[in-house]
């Protein structure tokens, strides 16, 4: 019997707060990274957000350091890119007719849906924004997309039998 890490999804606007340090994010962030290396969870991102993390806002360095600095961090092996294939995209464009989110947010809902994943942690609409993803959690999908701000997993592994 093996263990199956939890899938977590990361918003754009954590991988960025991560990489950069962001005070305030930092802990609780680089906190979830040590739960993926030790392999407790495994990051699943469209390869949608590698285009949006393509440069650290609040970084000094330069923008040659920032992208090898961020191209390192997406060559993790707990990080698990999916392409955007078109039954993701005709779930994203369904979910915006739906819900009206747009853009990346609906690339965003339909591939952690589509990969099952256990949360999908942001801080869009941390401030109680309407139309941010954080006010959409347990509306989207079945079973519901838990969107919540990014925390330290605390509830174990699930079980896979081999």
């Known amino acids: 019997m093996t263990t199956e890490p939890q ?3 990361w918003d754009s ?3 960025i707060s991560c990489i950069e340090e962001t005070p305030g994010r ?7 990274v040590r739960q993926a290396e030790a392999g407790e969870i495994v990051f699943v991102a469209s390869a949608l957000v590698i285009a949006e993390v393509s ?3 609040n970084s000094p360095l330069s923008k040659k350091e920032q ?17 955007l294939d078109r039954k993701t995209a005709e779930d994203a464009a369904e979910i915006g007719r739906q819900f009206g989110l ?7 809902v339909a591939t952690a849906l589509r990969a099952k994943c256990h949360s999908l942690q942001t801080y869009d609409g941390e ?8 006010a959409f959690d347990g509306r989207i999908g079945t079973p519901p997309l838990k969107i919540e701000l990014p925390r330290i997993s605390d509830r174990p592994r699930q079980l896979r039998l081999t």
Request: aromatic share 12%.
């Open 7 to 9: 899938r977590i999804y």
């Open 13 to 15: 606007c954590a991988y």
């Open 26 to 32: 930092r802990d609780v962030l680089w906190q979830i």
């Open 55 to 57: 440069r650290l806002k």
């Open 67 to 83: 992208a090898r600095k961020i191209q390192e961090f997406f060559e993790n092996d707990f990080i698990k890119i999916r392409v």
């Open 102 to 108: 747009r853009g990346a947010d609906t690339v965003h």
């Open 127 to 134: 401030n109680g924004e309407a139309k941010k993803l954080l």
